[in-house]
């Protein structure tokens, strides 16, 4: 069979489609989990069917208090349109807590406070496992100017404190989380923006009370249904899908 529409991009956790007009794409999210640089690989049935709902959710509410981001809207259980972007070809981590790869790097214990959040980047290439970069290289290189990465680092400590209002509300502490930003062209004028998804895959979340990880690392460290932990967050949200069941793309006008 034909596909029914141009496929642009394939990652890891998403494809992205053709988009019914110019300018935009559709975001289809599969149920594909990765870790490790792809080196342990799994398929979750219902996670993409979440992770629409819940970036849904963030980016909805991020344009809610001005923060720019790529989502238009929903168009089913797994698609939602979004404005074209040009990828900056960076991951903008941004850390409440030390866990993962701070932790490890600087021998601290994972939960241990920060003394402020702390945004790092890694240079987005899956061949060098997105290694951590230095503002330094991120200029020279040309990946992103001195002023864009102003503007990233303001977009992206907004995203923190409404992410972790958010989570703090239905119980939960964020550890860290990764956005991906985009350009944007208004004319002559190039604007940043928020893109890529907002969703447990790439925050690290615990229950505030018991410390329960609800994130991917339930499949990093295999602890036990990354379903369940994703439905927990979409549930404490009031974010639940009425029908979990995966679907196929569908076109659309
Ligand atoms: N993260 C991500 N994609 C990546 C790397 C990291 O979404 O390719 C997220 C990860 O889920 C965590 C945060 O960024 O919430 C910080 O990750 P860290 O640098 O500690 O790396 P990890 O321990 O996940 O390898």
Known sequence: ?????????????????????????VQYFKDDATAFNAQKKDVIEGKGVL??????????????IGVPNHFIKRLNMRE???????????EVIVRNFAAGSIAKRLGMEEGTPLPRPIVEYSYKN???????????????????????????????LRVNDFLT????????????????????????FMRLIVADEISPDSCRLWDVKTGQKLDKDVFR?????????????????????TNTQPIKPTLIN
């Open 1 to 25: 069979m034909a596909p029914r529409r141009k496929k642009i991009y394939e990652g890891k956790a998403k494809v992205l489609y053709e988009g019914p007009e110019p300018g935009t794409l």
């Open 221 to 241: 460290r295999d602890l036990g249904s990354l379903t369940d932990a994703y439905t927990e967050v979409a549930k404490r949200l009031g974010v639940l899908p």
């Open 80 to 90: 939602q349109l979004i404005r074209q972007v040009e990828i900056v070809p960076l």
């Open 126 to 156: 899956d061949e060098l496992g997105d290694p951590l970069v230095p503002e330094e290289y991120i200029i020279a290189f040309g990946w992103a100017s001195q002023q864009d990465l102003d503007d990233i680092v303001a977009l992206a």
């Open 51 to 64: 992770n629409n709902r819940l970036s849904e959710y963030f980016m909805t509410g991020l344009t809610n």
């Open 165 to 188: 209002g958010v989570f703090y509300g239905v119980g939960i502490k964020l550890v860290d989380f990764k956005i991906e930003i985009g350009r944007v062209w208004d004319g002559d």
